[in-house]
């Protein structure tokens, strides 16, 4: 009979040989066999002829509990600290004005400080203000409260990151009518 593990490890090595070549080299390939694939989801797949037809993104086989993605080196929780205030985000929304400071220092081309006890990289800058630099990477606008007054703080954390076009921006910025 075996371990509940070893019964498990045969079920799963059974459905891949019933697979075909093409589907089981995409789904080892892609590291796709994973928990959150069901058994009847693989059977689905082993009745297509090719797996592109095949949404691999499936929910979870317990209901109530997420399927976890497979984060990618651009999509994986990047954890800052800005001034003392904690930001999480991802490496493409830091990166993504390429000739920017902040993507320099978050693209390895530009040395950053690691607070290695927390493990959030730190930068030295004001952290209120950096909350609306986030969301302008994030939406590509720049959105304000109505009643902002600090303005110029932002245009010069804008100008500290070199983030040209955030600093074009704020200075054709005037804010929205109550």
Do not use: W
Request: proline residues 4%.
């Amino acid at each position: 009979m075996g371990t509940l593990g070893e019964r498990k490890a045969r079920n799963k090595t059974a459905i891949l040989q019933r697979l075909s070549d093409r589907t089981r080299h995409k789904l080892i390939k892609k590291k796709r066999y994973n928990i959150c694939h069901s058994y009847t989801h693989m059977q689905k797949i082993q009745n297509k002829d090719s797996a592109a037809e095949v949404d691999l993104q499936t929910k979870s086989t317990v209901e109530g509990v997420p399927c976890i993605a497979t984060p990618t080196i651009l999509t994986a929780p990047v954890h800052i600290d800005i001034g003392g205030i904690s930001y999480t985000s991802t490496l493409a929304q830091l990166t993504k004005y390429k000739d920017s400071k902040l993507a320099r220092l978050f693209n390895g081309t530009t040395p950053i400080m690691l607070d290695k006890m927390k493990h959030y990289y730190f930068i030295d800058r004001d952290g209120k203000a950096f909350r609306h630099i986030l969301n302008f990477l994030r939406y590509d606008d720049l959105i304000l409260p109505s009643d902002y007054k600090e303005l110029s703080i932002l245009q010069q954390e804008a100008e500290y990151f070199e983030l040209h076009v955030l600093i074009d921006k704020i200075k054709g910025y005037s804010a929205p009518n109550p």
